[in-house]
């Protein structure tokens, strides 16, 4: 099979590229998704007071201890309702940090819940963070504080309750049903530079999980600015450079499935990793080579963040509800979906072509029904064109790919799409000569 040259536009006549496969369980399980649930989890989320790293660990209503043993009682609920379909545990581990001189290591308590998929050696991972800070008032030593009332209602009481909600309807529509695992994981110590995170991402690096896609729930329920300005129908999602790096694929997929489930509901690319000096829980999973992902509100208010100010009445729920259910689609689309074809290569066919045309290559990825060739000029954010190529696990492309990116993707037999993998691969930022 071949395809012939496509512009850098698509004509105004051309219809849009299916870029992902509408499964009616995923629409089910999204209406199942429920503002109010959401709404109680983040008022107990704030009842205790504060849950600072180093907050009290032993009091059963106040304090980080109280607060992740409940986030464990959540979860372990959802797991006795679907046969435990989903295992819950403390993931605890210790992180080397920088920021608390003389405390150079940290203990962290992460809770984590995995649902297990058909194939246990790849995991999309969906997280938000339960600590909580006052550490932008009264200078340095705030970082510390660790009695003072920090409800960390938005930042991140919101992604942490758009979590436990993607957890219970989950696991009521895709107990034992998936293809890869996933792992709902609400992260420690955040505010103290990642380290939840951090211990989460090396410890799957070091059991060998292949982790498709990391995404983080963090700041998801802000809807009014300082000056007034409402927004309460987008969402900004942030993937890193290279434009074609595996986040950047990830934030295409997220976008195209944004479109696809949830038309009313826009999703606002961000091509960084994220907002300007700001970290979130999506960054040690891009340093270790994964796809990376981070969605926030459109709209912030640094006001009331990190400030006893973050409180449960600037959360609009209806808006985390959208948001969970935008991470929902895409998590279910991709841990439906067979492999992405890592294997996949580019070669330039010089004899025939004189080097304008290629010959992409792949071997066949267990349980693709086929795969599909994607394309997109160089200076377009999203694929412009798919061309199914059946069963095939090579094909000839009449294009002068020099002048664009392809990729390829697997297609399950349920019609759901792995994540892309572009050819030919860029391994440096600034090519060598002879490239
Ligand atoms: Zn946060």
């Not at 105004?12 to 499964?23: C, E, F, G, V």
């Not at 909580?132 to 919101?158: E, I, L, Q, W, Y």
């Not at 009445?313 to 209806?318: D, E, P, Q």
């Not at 935008?326 to 025939?352: E, G, H, I």
Request: charged share 20%.
């Amino acid at each position: 099979m071949s395809l012939a040259a496509c512009g850098t536009q698509r004509p105004a006549s051309a219809p849009t590229p299916q870029l992902i496969h509408q499964d009616g369980r995923i629409a089910v399980m999204l209406t199942d998704i429920d503002p109010r649930r959401i709404r109680s989890y983040d008022s107990a989320l704030v009842s205790f007071g504060t849950r600072h790293t180093y907050s009290d660990t032993v009091s059963s209503t106040q304090g980080v201890g109280a607060a992740r043993r409940w986030i464990h009682a959540q979860l372990s609920a959802f797991g006795r309702a679907c046969n435990g379909c989903l295992r819950v545990e403390y993931d605890t581990g210790m992180v080397q940090t920088t920021s608390y001189p003389g405390r150079p290591i940290r203990l962290v308590t992460n809770v984590v819940a995995w649902l297990p998929g058909r194939d246990t050696t790849r995991a999309v991972v969906i997280g938000g963070h339960y600590d909580s800070c006052v550490c932008a008032v009264g200078g340095a030593a705030a970082r510390f504080d660790s009695t003072s009332t920090a409800p960390g209602a938005n930042d991140d009481g919101s992604g942490t309750s758009a979590v436990i909600e993607l957890a219970r309807v989950f696991s009521r529509m895709f107990g034992n049903q998936l293809e890869s695992t996933v792992i709902f994981a609400l992260y420690d110590a955040e505010e103290q530079g990642l380290l939840g995170s951090t211990h989460l991402a090396r410890r799957l690096k070091a059991s060998r999980m292949n982790v498709i896609a990391a995404m983080t729930d963090d700041i998801v329920g802000n809807v009014t600015a300082d000056d007034g300005t409402v927004d309460s129908t987008s969402v900004r999602i942030f993937a890193a450079e290279p434009d074609t790096s595996r986040s950047r694929e990830l934030g295409r997929y997220v976008w195209a499935v944004g479109e696809s489930y949830l038309p009313g509901f826009r999703v606002v690319p961000v091509w960084r990793l994220d907002r300007v000096n700001r970290g979130g829980d999506h960054r040690p999973y891009v340093q270790e080579g994964w796809a990376g992902l981070r969605f926030s509100e459109r709209i912030e208010n640094e006001k009331r963040q990190h400030r006893p100010t973050d409180e449960l009445a600037w959360v609009n729920f209806g808006y985390v509800a959208n948001v969970a259910r935008l991470n929902a689609a895409t998590v279910a689309s991709l841990a439906l979906a067979p492999a992405t074809p890592d294997s996949a290569r580019a070669a330039r066919d010089v004899p025939l072509s004189g080097g304008r045309h290629w010959t992409l290559s792949w071997s066949a990825v267990p349980g693709a029904a086929s795969y599909e060739v994607l394309l997109r000029a160089t200076t377009s954010p999203q694929y412009e064109r798919v061309v199914s190529v059946g069963a095939a696990t090579s094909y000839d492309l009449h294009v002068q790919l020099d002048d664009h990116w392809a990729a390829i993707r697997a297609v399950g037999s349920n019609g759901q799409r792995s994540l892309p993998i572009v050819v030919p691969r860029v391994t440096r930022v600034i090519p060598a000569p002879d490239q």
